[in-house]
């Protein structure tokens, strides 16, 4: 399970002083800190205390929308500005000051609408446009209600989506329980647009999420670390479970997958921790961390 096969992380000496180095941990949440219960165990929430206590930066980067990652946010006791929607959307849930706010422009959005309701694959999703924190959808369908109460968030059903698109997503996300279908959208549309025009990911096997090609949480870690706490990556720990935490993953000097995550993010990670269930986090911070 663990692994570093090249990682500056081989040797114990080297582990030791890059653990020493580390003065930011950057966490995910579905599938690293929280799992089913879509809430935080006590020993998470007590290796966290643990980490703050030692004068050791705490934050979260995640691909939720801001309103929904807020309680997870509070809950860590953050003092941090909190990165959503992958980064996209980074603010001061204290000063209320918004860092950041990258969108998806109008006419990208509809090119995408326009894809997502062609007749072969129109019945098969569900579209969410994310436009100023709310979640604006066609109707509501049943994955858009199950997303909705593990959010804790109203969708607003419009009907035709093009109707709100007088303001610029922050993101948009395409819903579907056949991951081929995912799949297939990743596919085509990585083909019909350059990383330099769109960022696509998945966050879950389920969830097709496009953001501006500038948003990822690798720029939005480093814009945290570098601009406005004045570190470096080295200084950095960060753990996540799915492709969507791959560029985090990269930048932190200690880049920790989850034991749930897909292989193509553990074979970029210095070290495997166990997955969210057994409460994987716990694990990696008392390794690097509290050791």
């Known amino acids: 399970m663990h692994k570093a096969p090249t990682s500056d992380l081989t040797s114990a000496g080297n582990q030791a002083l890059a653990t020493q180095d580390i003065k930011l941990l950057v966490l995910d949440i579905d599938g690293t800190i929280s799992g089913e219960s879509n809430t935080l165990s006590v020993p998470v929430k007590q290796a966290i205390a643990a980490v703050q206590a030692k004068g050791i930066h705490v934050a979260i980067a995640t691909g939720r929308m801001y309103c929904s990652a807020l309680r997870f946010h509070q809950e860590i006791n953050c003092l941090l500005p909190l990165m959503a929607y992958q980064g996209a959307w980074i603010q001061d849930p204290a000063s209320q000051k918004i860092h950041r706010h990258w969108s998806v422009s109008r006419e990208i959005a509809h090119q995408l609408l326009d894809y997502f309701e062609q007749p072969q694959l129109r019945s098969h999703l569900s579209i969410h446009f994310y436009i100023n924190d709310q979640l604006y959808v066609r109707d509501l369908s049943q994955e858009t209600q199950t997303y909705a109460k593990r959010s804790g968030i109203t969708p607003i059903p419009v009907g035709d989506l ?7 997503p922050t993101k948009i996300l395409a819903l579907c329980e056949d991951t081929q279908v995912i799949n297939q959208l990743l596919g085509d549309l990585r083909r019909q647009y350059t990383p330099a025009e769109l960022y696509l990911t998945t966050s879950i096997a389920t969830f097709f999420e496009a953001t501006n090609p500038l948003v990822n949480k690798g720029t939005a870690v480093r814009y945290l670390a570098e601009e406005l706490l004045g570190l470096k990556s080295k200084n950095v720990m960060t753990i996540g479970d799915n492709f969507n935490d791959l ?8 880049g920790v997958a989850m034991g749930n995550a897909p292989g193509g993010v553990k074979a970029v990670a210095q070290w495997v921790a166990p997955t969210v269930e057994e409460d994987g986090v716990v694990s990696a911070i008392e390794k690097f961390l509290l050791s």
């Open 247 to 254: 560029e985090m993953l990269l930048y932190a000097g200690i």
């Open 162 to 168: 093009r109707r709100v698109l007088s303001d610029e």
